[in-house]
Every structure is written in C-alpha cells, then in structure tokens.
C-alpha cells in the first residue's frame, strides 16, 4: 500500500485543547443571553474544523479525561495536585463541547481510571500497526513520546490553538536531541511542573541530554549514578526514586481496552439538524457554515426552514403605497408591545433608492421618486409609529430629500445593544440569527451576479417585525425606557448634526501640520546625535536594540517581540532612568501622533468646508458616544496643541459665533447624588471649589490654606475612586510612596465616609444582580463579578464602580443635548447643535440669537438630571472652538 493510500487517523485530546482555547479567546467575547460561557468550545470547534480541512482524515476520535482521579493519583497523590481549580467560566464548557462532537457524529472516548492521553497512546499504537498514518493532537508534552515514522504530533504553540507544530522523528530530534522514545527519559530527569512531578535539582534539558547521549538509557545512567561529579551528581544520587517514579507516571498506556479499535473510528456524515440545534443554543452563527464545508457538507443549510416565509412584496404606485398605508395604520403590527409598521429605506449616494413597509401579513414597496415622496410625506413626518433597523442613515437620507421622518418608536440594534453592550450584534442579520435563528436572505457582495437574491426592502422589514416581536420581551422596562427617551431622541439629533457637519479651516491646519513636520524632524536629528547614528524611530525592533542594547536601560515589559516600547511604558521609564534620547523619541512620538490626528481631520474636510463626523451610539458599553471618519473623540485636550487644532474649527459663513457649553465636575457630581455624602453635596452646594474644600477637609487646613500640591492630590483622588484607583495606582499617578497614597485614601474616606460605603455596596449589588444601572436605568450586565479568576474578578470590579457614574454622565449629556436640539428647532432658530465631544457641545449660533441660545443651552443642560447637587454649566463664544472656550 502507497503512502497516499494509507488511511489517516486523527486522534485529539478534547479536555487539553479547549482548556487552552479557553484561555487563548476572551471570556467577555463569548457568552449565550443565559449567560453560559463558550469560549473554550469555540475556540477548540475553529481549530477542530481547520484540522479536518487540512488532515482530511478518515478516521477520527476526540478523548477526554473524566476526572483527576487515574492509577497515577492513585501511586503519587501529589500528582496534578498543583493545578488550580478549572475557572468556573470554563465550567460546563466540556459537556456542552461533546454534544457538539456527538452531533457532528465524532467519537468521543472516556475511560475512568486512565488519562486522555493513554486513550491517544493506545489508538495510536494500535493505528500504527494496523497501517494508518496516525496523528495525534495534543498540548501535552508526554504524546511526544508517541512520535514515529507512522505517528506525527500536533502541538500547539504559544499562540494557542490555531497554530499546530508537526512533530516528526526528525523535528523531535531537533528539538530535543534525542529520538521521542527519549522524550520520557528527559521528562523524568527534567521534572514535569504542570503535573507536579518534581526533577532532580539544577538538571535542565541540555544536562539531561548531556547524560542520556553519554550512557545511552536511562537505567544505565541510574545504574552509573556515582560516576556523575559534583553537585548535580549528588542530586541526582538524592533523587533516583523521583526520577523511577517520574519516569513510571510519565509512561503513557498503550494497551488501553476501549472497546473500539482505529477501524471502527471512519469519519461519519454530521447530523446536520443535531448540529444546527446545539448550534443555536451555544449562538454560535459563523462557526456553523465552517462546519458543514469541514465536513464536506457545504451545501446544507445552516438554517431550520422558516415555519413562515416572507411574503412576496406587492409594489403599488405612489397613491397605493398611500391607501396601503392608511388601510394599514389602523391595525399596526402590536408584537411584544411594539406597535408600528416596519420601515426600511435602501440608499445610493445617501438619497433614498427604494422603500419598503411591511407589518406580519403584508408587504408593499417602491422606487423614491418625487410622486412617492408627495405621497408618503405626510405618513413619514407624522407621529405614526415606525419601527427601523439601523434607522439613523436611512433618516439622514430623507432629510436630505427633504423629508423629516417622526414616529420612530423602535430600532432592534440599539434595544440590542442595551441589552448587551459588551458584545453587541451590529446587524439586522445578526439580530435575525439571534432571536429567529434563521439566516436573513443576503446577495453576495462579492459576485458581480449574486447567486442568492438579498430580501428587498419590504421583506426586510417584515424581518425586523419579527425581530422585535422576539427581541422586546427580553429588554427590561427600565431599559426600553432608556430606548425610547434616550437613544431614539438623540438619534434624530445626531443626524441633524452630522448633515451639518462644522467648519474647519484647511489652511490652519496644513500650516499646523507643516510645523510639526518640522519638529519632528529636528527632534529626531537631535536623537540621532545622542546614539550616534540615524534609525526609524517608528520600529519597535530597532527602538529594542537601540534602548536595551546600546544604552543599556533597563528592559521594559516582556511582549511577544521582545520588550514593550509603547510611549506609557518608556514613559515611565524616562521617570525612573532619565535619558536624553528617550526624551526625544517621546517628543517625537507626541508630533508624530499629533501630525496623524491633523492629517485624518484635513482628509475628512468635505466640498462644502466642513468635516461630516459619524456619531456611534453603540460605540461604548457605557453610553457614551464615539465618533468616526474622522474621530473627534482624540484631539487632545487642555494643551498648547490641542488649542491649535481647535482653533481650526470656525464658525461657518452664515453665522455669527460657536458656543461651546460643558458639565463642570458632572462625575463628581453624579458622586455625589449616588453616595448621598454629605460632605461632597456641602462642597457643591456652598460654591467653593470642590478640591480646595476636600483638600481642607482631608489635611484639616482652612480652604485658604490648601496648596496646589494637596489639591493635585486630593483631586486625583476623588476621579480615581470613580475609576477603582488603587492605592498603588494612587502611588503611581502623583509618583509618591504607596504608603502615602495608602494614607490619603485613609484619610479621604475618614471625611467622606458615605463614598466608600457606596462604592462598596454598588460592587455587592452588582454581584448580586449581575449589572449595574444608571439613574435613569441603563444596564451594564458584569458577569465576571463571580469569576474566580482574580484578574478578571478584579477588572470587573472596577468597571462596575464606574458603569452607574459614567453612564449617568452619558445620559445626561445625551438628554440635555436632544432637548436643546429641539428646543432650538421648535422656536424655529437658525442655530444649530454641531459637536458632542466627551462632555462638552459646540453650538453654532446664528446672528442675533446668542444670548437666547445661552439661555436654552443653561436651562436644558442644568434640568437634565435632577440630583441632590445642581449642574454646574460652563459657556463661552468665539469665533472658533479655542476662542470659545472657558
């Protein structure tokens, strides 16, 4: 029999590869709406089919272990007992992963008593002999071992599971310098730390080597053990009943009775119906299809066939999409307490292309043309309720045909996005796969002629009826709530807002760029002149020789490359090892980046001189906004440069100034209500500066006498609590002792008492809950609150402090900037909101109007929240965004 004749069989160690995948893959990224973790699963299912793609096996099984118990627990007790407790996000990982495999008709093998990897061994062994090329996947080290001309292993790297190493007879002998029937020989000298299993002391793998190649086996380097010198043969001589033990434990099975053999492992068509159920429970959508063309399934459906169809549209003229509509508003679709009709608008250009409308029964659509749009005016401006996915371009679309859309009560991807932040579905196919586990029809954009035709609009629309019919029941009240008098009024802001786009000068800041250019290149002369010679001060591969080399700094963190160069990191290390060149390169770095932000907002200057940015609502976890293309979220703040940038963005021709108006301290603020501190709600309310009044307070010192130092401190901390500082990071940020930082926070929350007992209890009830809230009952879902894993444990205790205040921040500012659009627009001025950036607006004010405007911006951002303190507004006019600071 020919090699390419041979059968192949595959063997994997199933509990081995997905606890690896588990730690490869973020936790947060993976998680069903029950809350069962799944990444582990994931994480071993891609590797899975990429395996079957490229190995093509014919024959196949998966091995697990059923317990830490086998006959090697049973002769060392202390074998493994060093590992830690499976995290319990991994927990109920493994079971779920092997209805996976019965599913796809894999073997799965168990047997009490013995190991996974004995499972491997044996199959392996009997694979060998019966003719098949085996090979065997598995991230432990003793399958080596297994390594002959017939037996290859896959092991995975240090990337995780995606990438494989072969090891044949040849690559083990490079590796290790001995053939793999040695591999246990080395181990048992060596030590195994994942098991426990403790080597001879100071003998490391080249020694070991040293000594087998020397005496040839490992019975005959025991039997010389004197002729060993010095004091690794004194250890040796201490520890022959370690190494006969190790070697005893570290011997894999062969001869396993399993009560199948490699002939009866042929890979078997999936059940593809098992496969799509246990598939949807786990809501994996994407993994689906690389698992029917992994095993050579690739066209069946990833999908159940629908119970209902989408009904074909009719497409009636201008006046019957009219009559439709009225013979329909009267019975809208009511599903899940969402009444209206489902609206999808397709776009070319940005102007509106086709509409569809639908409710469950019915579904029209038409070409936009000027007769529809006389037609559906009327409908599409009134308060009929309208239900739209993704609804804020298509709104941005009418109004630039002139139409101003009302009555949107729904949009399924910002409800789903409250409902999970952390990893929201950023489609209307998303949705559909999540809540109707069906595939939404979808033309290939890829094919010049699709194979499958998209749904049209109308059928879109019926989609999303469905969608939110499914959707709505899961959305709390007090998160639709924040739907429908939050996320939906600031839409229809934040689209005024993007048509309006701001003014920014080219010129400005062609000749800001210009300048930094020349910085930049006269700092890196200079560097150059400290090291001698000229490198790009761009790579982190020449930065590493340079610094850890040639200076000899001290290294930095240990990443994949070598050590960190990121400007935090050398940031601190010019803190503790100050040096001429790494000044430099930091202030190159710091033009550098400054010429890309530039560089970003000059490209984005449109025809009409204005930069057009698009706000993200779904942009954050905690509500804020984010802002792309180009984002205006990253000119920094409250510097020399900053100012310069800022100075760019001017009041536009037909206007007269920019107002720009932000929330002084909100957080603090919010702090204050939230905790109920009677100390910080005096401070705010008396008028004085809250960090003086805080300062005096913690130093016990009058007000007058608080130095710029204490208030740095005192300031420093209070933000910091709102983030989880540490007294570490306390330490860290104001560079003083930790025990100092430790006293300040001592002292802070001695005065402040009320603080620390809410940031307490918010964290408690949050583990209780599973989330926090705002004021206004936005939810942030923590489920990490109750890992046993520390770090994430920890990370998540510090989101959740923040999540109430900075998401209460986010609605406040959302909610004052909605009303002051609104109130701008019903009194029918000619100034207009243009920017939202961190907790500051930009208003753009028309001539006459400034002193109105200041008046709705002051009442409207200072009634937006009622809190126990009052918000503080500052405003300024100029005739640009610096001019008009405060």
Same mark, same amino acid.
Request: net charge negative; glycine share 6%; aromatic share 6%.
């Given at each position: 029999?020919?090699?390419?004749?041979?059968?192949?069989?595959?063997?994997?160690?199933?509990?081995?590869?997905?606890?690896?995948?588990?730690?490869?893959?973020?936790?947060?990224?993976?998680?069903?709406?029950?809350?069962?973790?799944?990444?582990?699963?994931?994480?071993?299912?891609?590797?899975?089919?990429?395996?079957?793609?490229?190995?093509?096996?014919?024959?196949?099984?998966?091995?697990?272990?059923?317990?830490?118990?086998?006959?090697?627990?049973?002769?060392?007790?202390?074998?493994?007992?060093?590992? /830690?407790?499976?995290?319990?996000?991994?927990?109920?990982?493994?079971?779920?992963?092997?209805?996976?495999?019965?599913?796809?008709?894999?073997?799965?093998?168990?047997?009490?008593?013995?190991?996974?990897?004995?499972?491997?061994?044996?199959?392996?062994?009997?694979?060998?002999?019966?003719?098949?090329?085996?090979?065997?996947?598995?991230?432990?080290?003793?399958?080596?071992?297994?390594?002959?001309?017939?037996?290859?292993?896959?092991?995975? %790297?240090?990337?995780?599971?995606?990438?494989?190493?072969?090891?044949?007879?040849?690559?083990?002998?490079?590796?290790?310098?001995?053939?793999?029937?040695?591999?246990?020989?080395?181990?048992?000298?060596?030590?195994?730390?994942?098991?426990?299993?403790?080597?001879?002391?100071?003998?490391?793998?080249?020694?070991?080597?040293?000594?087998?190649?020397?005496?040839?086996?490992?019975?005959?380097?025991? !039997?010389?053990?004197?002729?060993?010198?010095?004091?690794?043969?004194?250890?040796?001589?201490?520890?022959?009943?370690?190494?006969?033990?190790? &070697?005893?434990?570290?011997?894999?099975?062969?001869?396993?009775?399993?009560?199948?053999?490699?002939?009866?492992?042929?890979?078997?068509?999936?059940?593809?119906?098992?496969?799509?159920?246990?598939?949807?429970?786990?809501?994996?959508?994407?993994?689906?299809?690389?698992?029917?063309?992994?095993?050579?399934?690739?066209?069946?459906?990833?999908?159940?066939?629908?119970?209902?169809?989408?009904?074909?549209?009719?497409?009636?003229?201008?006046?019957?999409?009219?009559?439709?509509?009225?013979?329909?508003?009267?019975?809208?679709?009511?599903?899940?307490?969402?009444?209206?009709?489902?609206?999808?608008?397709?776009?070319?250009?940005?102007?509106?292309?086709?509409?569809?409308?639908?409710?469950?029964?019915?579904?029209?659509?038409?070409?936009?043309?000027?007769?529809?749009?006389?037609?559906?005016?009327?409908?599409?401006?009134?308060?009929?309720?309208?239900?739209?996915?993704?609804?804020?371009?298509?709104?941005?679309? +009418?109004?630039?045909?002139?139409?101003?859309? #009302?009555?949107?009560?729904?949009?399924?991807?910002?409800?789903?996005?409250?409902?999970?932040? /952390?990893?929201?579905?950023?489609?209307?196919?998303?949705?559909?796969?999540?809540?109707?586990?069906?595939?939404?029809?979808?033309?290939?954009?890829?094919?010049?002629?699709?194979?499958?035709?998209?749904?049209?609009?109308?059928?879109?629309?019926?989609?999303?009826? &469905?969608?939110?019919?499914?959707?709505?029941?899961?959305?709390?009240?007090?998160?639709?709530?924040?739907?429908?008098?939050?996320?939906?009024?600031?839409?229809?802001?934040?689209?005024?807002?993007?048509?309006?786009?701001?003014?920014?000068?080219?010129?400005?800041?062609?000749?800001?760029?210009?300048?930094?250019?020349?910085?930049?290149?006269?700092?890196?002369?200079?560097?150059?002149?400290?090291?001698?010679?000229?490198?790009?001060?761009?790579?982190?591969?020449?930065?590493?020789?340079?610094?850890?080399?040639?200076?000899?700094?001290?290294?930095?963190?240990?990443?994949?490359?070598?050590?960190?160069?990121?400007?935090?990191?050398?940031?601190?290390?010019?803190?503790?090892?100050?040096?001429?060149?790494?000044?430099?390169?930091?202030?190159?770095?710091?033009?550098?980046?400054?010429?890309?932000?530039?560089?970003?907002?000059?490209?984005?200057?449109?025809?009409? #001189?204005?930069?057009?940015?698009?706000? +993200?609502?779904?942009?954050?976890?905690?509500? &804020?906004?984010?802002?792309?293309?180009?984002?205006?979220?990253?000119?920094?703040?409250?510097?020399?440069?900053?100012?310069?940038?800022?100075?760019?963005?001017?009041?536009?021709?037909?206007?007269?100034?920019?107002?720009?108006?932000?929330?002084?301290?909100?957080?603090?603020?919010?702090?204050?209500?939230?905790?109920?501190?009677? #100390?910080?709600?005096?401070?705010?309310? %008396?008028?004085?500066?809250?960090? &003086?009044?805080?300062?005096?307070?913690?130093?016990?010192?009058?007000?007058?006498?608080?130095?710029?130092?204490?208030?740095?401190?005192?300031?420093?901390?209070?933000?910091?609590?709102?983030?989880?500082?540490?007294?570490?990071?306390? /330490?860290?940020?104001?560079?003083?002792?930790?025990?100092?930082?430790?006293?300040?926070?001592?002292?802070?929350?001695?005065?402040?008492?009320?603080?620390?007992?809410?940031?307490?209890?918010?964290?408690?009830?949050?583990?209780?809950?599973?989330?926090?809230?705002?004021?206004?009952?936005?939810?942030?879902?923590?489920?990490?609150?109750?890992?046993?894993?520390?770090? +994430?444990?920890?990370?998540?205790?510090?989101?959740?402090?923040?999540?109430?205040?900075?998401?209460? !921040?986010?609605?406040?500012?959302?909610?004052?900037?909605?009303?002051?659009?609104?109130?701008?627009?019903?009194?029918?001025?000619?100034?207009?909101?243009?920017?939202?950036?961190?907790?500051?607006?930009?208003?753009?004010?028309?001539?006459?109007?400034?002193?109105?405007?200041?008046?709705?911006?002051?009442?409207?951002?200072?009634?937006?929240?009622?809190?126990?303190?009052?918000?503080?507004?500052?405003?300024?006019?100029?005739?640009?965004?610096?001019?008009? #600071?405060?």
């Amino acid at each position: 029999m020919t090699d390419s004749a041979k059968p192949t069989l595959l063997v994997v160690d199933g509990h081995s590869l997905a606890y690896r995948a588990f730690f490869a893959l973020p936790v947060d990224n993976f998680s069903t709406k029950d809350g069962q973790h799944t990444n582990g699963i994931y994480g071993f299912l891609s590797m899975f089919v990429n395996l079957l793609k490229a190995e093509k096996p014919t024959h196949l099984a998966v091995a697990f272990d059923t317990s830490r118990h086998s006959f090697r627990t049973d002769e060392y007790a202390e074998y493994k007992a060093n590992r /830690s407790e499976s995290p319990a996000e991994f927990k109920g990982q493994i079971p779920l992963l092997q209805e996976c495999l019965a599913a796809m008709n894999v073997t799965v093998l168990t047997k009490e008593g013995v190991e996974a990897d004995d499972i491997l061994a044996t199959l392996a062994t009997q694979g060998a002999a019966e003719g098949f090329d085996v090979l065997v996947c598995s991230g432990d080290r003793d399958t080596i071992q297994l390594v002959t001309d017939d037996v290859t292993l896959l092991y995975p %790297s240090v990337q995780g599971v995606s990438q494989l190493k072969r090891y044949t007879p040849e690559a083990v002998v490079e590796k290790y310098g001995l053939p793999a029937a040695n591999y246990p020989d080395i181990a048992a000298l060596v030590g195994e730390t994942s098991d426990n299993l403790p080597g001879v002391p100071k003998v490391g793998e080249k020694t070991a080597v040293k000594w087998l190649t020397q005496f040839g086996t490992l019975d005959d380097l025991l !039997a010389r053990a004197d002729e060993i010198k010095g004091v690794v043969g004194g250890n040796l001589r201490e520890h022959l009943d370690d190494v006969r033990r190790n &070697r005893r434990l570290n011997t894999l099975l062969r001869d396993v009775e399993l009560g199948v053999t490699p002939d009866d492992l042929v890979v078997k068509p999936l059940d593809a119906q098992a496969v799509r159920d246990i598939f949807a429970r786990l809501e994996f959508r994407t993994l689906l299809p690389r698992v029917f063309e992994a095993a050579g399934e690739a066209g069946t459906p990833t999908h159940d066939t629908p119970s209902v169809s989408a009904p074909t549209p009719s497409q009636p003229d201008a006046l019957g999409m009219a009559a439709w509509i009225a013979a329909h508003t009267a019975d809208a679709v009511d599903e899940g307490a969402v009444q209206g009709i489902g609206v999808t608008l397709t776009t070319v250009g940005g102007l509106p292309d086709r509409i569809g409308l639908a409710t469950l029964d019915a579904v029209v659509e038409a070409s936009w043309s000027d007769e529809l749009a006389e037609a559906l005016t009327p409908w599409l401006e009134s308060a009929a309720p309208k239900i739209l996915a993704d609804a804020k371009p298509q709104v941005k679309a +009418l109004r630039r045909a002139g139409v101003r859309m #009302g009555g949107l009560v729904f949009d399924p991807i910002l409800a789903g996005w409250l409902l999970r932040p /952390s990893f929201p579905d950023k489609s209307l196919a998303d949705l559909v796969e999540r809540y109707l586990d069906e595939k939404l029809p979808e033309a290939d954009p890829t094919q010049l002629i699709p194979e499958t035709e998209g749904a049209t609009p109308g059928q879109l629309s019926w989609y999303i009826l &469905r969608v939110v019919a499914a959707l709505r029941p899961e959305l709390p009240e007090s998160v639709h709530t924040v739907l429908t008098d939050i996320e939906l009024p600031t839409l229809d802001a934040l689209s005024d807002m993007e048509l309006a786009g701001v003014a920014v000068s080219h010129e400005l800041l062609s000749a800001f760029s210009s300048d930094l250019a020349v910085r930049a290149d006269a700092v890196a002369q200079r560097a150059f002149a400290e090291i001698d010679r000229e490198v790009n001060l761009g790579s982190p591969k020449q930065l590493q020789e340079v610094l850890f080399e040639q200076l000899q700094l001290p290294k930095t963190r240990k990443t994949k490359t070598g050590y960190s160069t990121d400007a935090a990191v050398l940031a601190d290390l010019q803190e503790s090892h100050p040096h001429p060149f790494l000044d430099l390169l930091l202030q190159h770095r710091e033009a550098t980046k400054m010429r890309q932000i530039i560089e970003s907002l000059d490209a984005a200057i449109g025809a009409d #001189g204005r930069v057009h940015t698009t706000y +993200l609502q779904t942009g954050s976890q905690t509500g &804020r906004l984010s802002s792309t293309d180009p984002n205006l979220q990253n000119i920094p703040i409250r510097t020399e440069e900053s100012r310069r940038i800022r100075a760019a963005f001017e009041v536009g021709a037909a206007y007269e100034t920019l107002l720009t108006a932000d929330y002084s301290q909100i957080e603090m603020r919010i702090m204050a209500h939230l905790s109920g501190d009677p #100390g910080l709600i005096e401070a705010f309310n %008396s008028g004085e500066d809250l960090h &003086r009044f805080v300062g005096a307070r913690v130093f016990g010192v009058d007000p007058a006498d608080v130095t710029p130092a204490m208030r740095t401190k005192v300031k420093a901390m209070s933000y910091g609590l709102v983030y989880g500082l540490s007294a570490f990071g306390l /330490s860290k940020q104001l560079r003083i002792e930790q025990a100092e930082a430790k006293q300040l926070m001592t002292e802070y929350f001695a005065r402040f008492g009320a603080v620390r007992d809410y940031l307490r209890s918010s964290v408690a009830q949050a583990r209780i809950d599973g989330y926090t809230e705002t004021i206004f009952g936005r939810r942030r879902p923590f489920p990490d609150l109750g890992s046993p894993n520390r770090v +994430l444990r920890e990370n998540a205790e510090r989101a959740a402090l923040n999540a109430p205040i900075q998401g209460s !921040a986010a609605d406040i500012m959302k909610i004052a900037l909605f009303r002051i659009h609104q109130e701008l627009r019903q009194a029918q001025m000619e100034s207009r909101v243009l920017l939202q950036i961190h907790d500051e607006l930009v208003i753009e004010v028309a001539a006459g109007e400034g002193d109105e405007v200041e008046r709705i911006v002051r009442e409207r951002m200072g009634d937006a929240a009622e809190l126990t303190v009052p918000l503080d507004v500052q405003i300024g006019r100029g005739a640009n965004w610096d001019a008009a #600071g405060h």
